[in-house]
């Protein structure tokens, strides 16, 4: 069954940290570029980051919305089929559900029109003091 979960939300005061997991199976993630997104209450849904695929030698590819630029890092672990969101220096603007999904490409312009087969259910963040 092809799954993407996330985990690793929840509540935390204004300039903490969180990690977020996208754990995938049924599928090979290294294949896949891959994007995180969120949609808060009332707002459209957000691109947040994208990483490129692991496929052959190629060189990782990783790009930010600015609003979360030099605050939030996308990492992968192929071995362990995860992607990852290291969040730091959290804002109370940073409050939705986040979500990971396979993207056809990652490019500087994180679109959520650009996500392809799969998608997970999303994890909620909630920064308040």
């Known amino acids: 069954q092809v799954q993407l979960v996330e985990s690793g939300g929840g509540l935390v005061q204004p300039g903490g940290s969180l990690r977020l997991s996208c754990a995938a199976s049924?599928?090979?993630?290294?294949?896949?570029?891959m994007g995180w997104f969120r949609q808060a209450p009332g707002k459209e849904r957000e691109g947040v980051s994208c990483?490129?695929?692991?496929?052959?030698?190629?060189?990782?590819?990783?790009y930010y919305a600015d609003t979360v630029k030099g605050r939030f890092t996308i990492s992968r672990d192929t071995a362990k089929t995860t992607v990852y969101l290291q969040m730091n220096s959290l804002k109370p603007e940073d409050t939705a559900v986040y979500y990971c999904?396979?993207?056809?490409?990652?490019?500087?312009?994180?679109?959520?029109?650009?996500?392809?087969?799969?998608r997970g259910q999303g994890t909620q963040v909630t920064v308040s003091s």
């Open positions: 999904a396979t993207v056809s490409v990652c490019l500087p312009n994180v679109s959520p029109a650009r996500i392809s087969e799969y």
């Open positions: 049924g599928f090979t993630l290294k294949n896949y570029a």
């Open positions: 990483i490129s695929s692991s496929i052959g030698e190629r060189i990782t590819i990783t």
